[in-house]
């Protein structure tokens, strides 16, 4: 039996269009926070060296301690910095998506809803169950040793958590989710469902979309770049997704994500 050529052509256009205006969008943004990261350990781990072969001002030398001191509390501003310049960056492209995904008919079914009793109930649920999850996942993982922590593991959360319990929450609580979120359900995920399930209907349109749900989550886990956070990244971005999609509100996914990441800092600091 032949082949359909047109089939074939669609899928390897949607292919392109996919890389093209989602995955080097999210590299690029990766990028940008990897390399201001890599850029601020570097500075800081040259930091005693500088700070021993220091002549010049007093004043200098105190700013260095200082920096050395607090280099938690900076390298989370470093973190806030580099992830909202990768939004402003990508702003137009997130903007087309998001506006583009709103405008479905679909989508504008799940906004009214949305707005309903009934509604504002899946939404609360969304937020509550994705903190249940994430603290599940982390029980999981800590218990069973399912993936136990390399010593690259571990110096990140040392590095993440070394800031003070305020800034750790307002980057980590509240800028960071907001600007992956902009990036990967924003970008990524109205993207991919645009892309996937623009041409589709009834059953197959409902695969697509959640196709797009599941890769826009496997690049949120491939973004985070160890393998205890990629899975965890990977499963959570499942349900953020599944919660942006399901009330057709890209706030659900933000307000998913700040309450996951806001639960985990108060729990960090308080043990």
């Known amino acids: 039996m032949m082949r359909n050529p047109f089939s074939d052509s669609r899928n390897r256009a949607v292919l392109q269009m996919a890389v093209q205006n989602v995955v080097l969008p999210v590299l690029l943004f990766t990028l940008i926070v990897d390399a201001a990261l890599s850029c601020y350990d570097l500075g800081i781990s040259m930091l005693p060296v500088i700070m021993s072969q220091n002549s010049g001002p007093a004043g200098a030398g105190r700013f260095f301690a200082v920096l050395y001191e607090l280099q938690g509390d900076f390298r989370a501003v470093v973190t806030a910095a580099a992830q909202l310049f990768g939004v402003y960056i990508l702003r137009k492209r997130i903007a087309l998506n998001l506006n583009l995904f709103r405008e479905d008919e ?29 603290v599940l996942l982390n029980a999981l993982f800590s218990v069973t040793g399912l993936l136990p922590s390399s010593a690259a593991d571990m110096q990140t959360m040392e590095i993440m958590y070394a800031a003070s319990p305020a800034a750790a929450a307002a980057v980590f609580g509240f800028v960071s989710p907001f600007a992956e979120e902009m990036v990967f359900r924003g970008l990524a995920l109205a993207g991919l ?70 639960v985990s800092v108060f729990l960090t600091y308080r043990a």
């Open 106 to 134: 679909q989508i504008r079914r799940r906004t009214a809803f949305s707005a309903t009793a009934a509604g504002i109930a899946r939404t609360a649920f969304y937020i509550a169950s994705a903190v249940v999850i994430s």
């Open 193 to 262: 469902r645009m892309f996937f399930a623009g041409t589709e209907s009834g059953k197959s349109r409902s695969r697509a979309e959640w196709t797009a749900v599941l890769f826009s989550a496997l690049l949120f886990g491939l973004y985070h770049l160890n393998p205890v956070q990629m899975l965890y990244a990977f499963l959570m971005g499942i349900w953020i997704g599944a919660g942006m999609v399901r009330t057709g509100k890209f706030s659900t996914a933000v307000m998913m994500h700040m309450a996951v990441n806001l």
